[in-house]
């Protein structure tokens, strides 16, 4: 089992960026936390940051027939980015849209996410701890993905 972490521009930043918005917490450190729950649950784990879209596309795109599902940070490309969202649409795994802030309480620009609509679910507004849950929440799914494959299996035997 494979997921693909990607995180988009600014995210960087973290721990350094409006501590009062995104807290005090680095990147590598919400990764290292992702990793060893990873590790736990005999789960291969990759992360990627990108302040660019063309190279957040790319990395999407990489996932097809590689990763088995995909937690997704598109920061401001959240807003934006068709490009993104037409992506993760020809993916034909799960994929869940983390925000750390609670974009529905924001400007009236970050209330609106292109990238929901093509995603299994959106965790917005716990902080870091979003990435942990949506970690949880996808290894549930594969594990219910999972679970069918071997019905419909053992029932062609
Ligand atoms: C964000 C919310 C976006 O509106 C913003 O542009 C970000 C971070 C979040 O995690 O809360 O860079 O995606």
Do not use: W
């Amino acid at each position: 089992m494979k997921i693909v972490v990607i995180q988009g521009p600014n995210l960087n930043m973290l721990g350094h960026r409006e501590q009062n918005i995104y807290g005090g917490m680095k990147l590598d450190d919400i990764h290292a936390q992702m990793e060893n729950v990873a590790k736990q649950n005999n789960i291969n784990i990759e992360f990627f940051q990108s302040n660019f879209e063309g190279e957040i596309i790319d990395r999407l795109q990489e996932c097809l027939g590689d990763a088995n599902g995909v937690i997704i940070n598109p920061a401001a490309y959240t807003h934006t980015s068709v490009a993104i969202r037409d992506a993760i649409s020809a993916l034909n795994i799960p994929v869940i849209e983390v925000h750390i802030s609670n974009i529905y309480r924001r400007e009236e620009f970050r209330q609106k996410s292109l990238i929901a609509p093509v995603c299994s679910g959106q965790i917005s507004g716990f902080g870091p701890f979003g990435y942990h849950l949506a970690l949880v929440a996808l290894m549930q799914i594969l594990a219910e993905f999972e679970a069918i494959k071997r019905k419909s299996e053992s029932e062609k035997k």
